[in-house]
């Protein structure tokens, strides 16, 4: 599937964002969906997964309690709802599709373009 994220913006520390993947095809509803961001000069990291059916989720340690995934299979879109923001979560997020069932922390075979997401402190 193609991926587009949007949503990403500058906001003050404590603030909120919801991010959004919008796909492609009719086939949304068999992938896993992923997200993943890079902050300046780091690597890559996984952030959260959904399950295929949205049943499942699982999340990186450092966003547990402030980010939650979501999808709404008959929009064909996954959603990052970002809250309690801080500067450290500054990154560009990614959104990943995968073929499957159960949420994934790798192997994911279709990515987006990536949203810049920025918390001013």
């Known amino acids: 599937v193609q991926l587009q994220a949007s949503g990403g913006g500058l906001v003050q520390a404590g603030g909120s964002l919801r991010l959004s993947c919008a796909t492609s095809?009719?086939?949304?509803?068999?992938?896993?969906m992923g997200w993943f961001r890079q902050g300046p000069g780091k690597e890559r990291e996984f952030v959260g997964s959904?399950?295929?059916?949205?049943?499942?989720?699982t999340y990186a340690d450092f966003v547990k309690g402030r980010f939650t995934i979501s999808r709404d299979n008959a929009k064909n879109t996954a959603y990052l709802q970002m809250n309690s923001l801080k500067p450290e979560d500054t990154a560009v997020y990614y959104c990943a599709g995968q073929p499957g069932v159960r949420p994934l922390r790798y192997e994911y075979r279709d990515w987006g373009q990536g949203t810049q997401v920025t918390v001013s402190s």
């Open positions: 095809g009719r086939t949304f509803g068999t992938y896993v």
């Open positions: 959904i399950s295929a059916t949205g049943e499942a989720t």
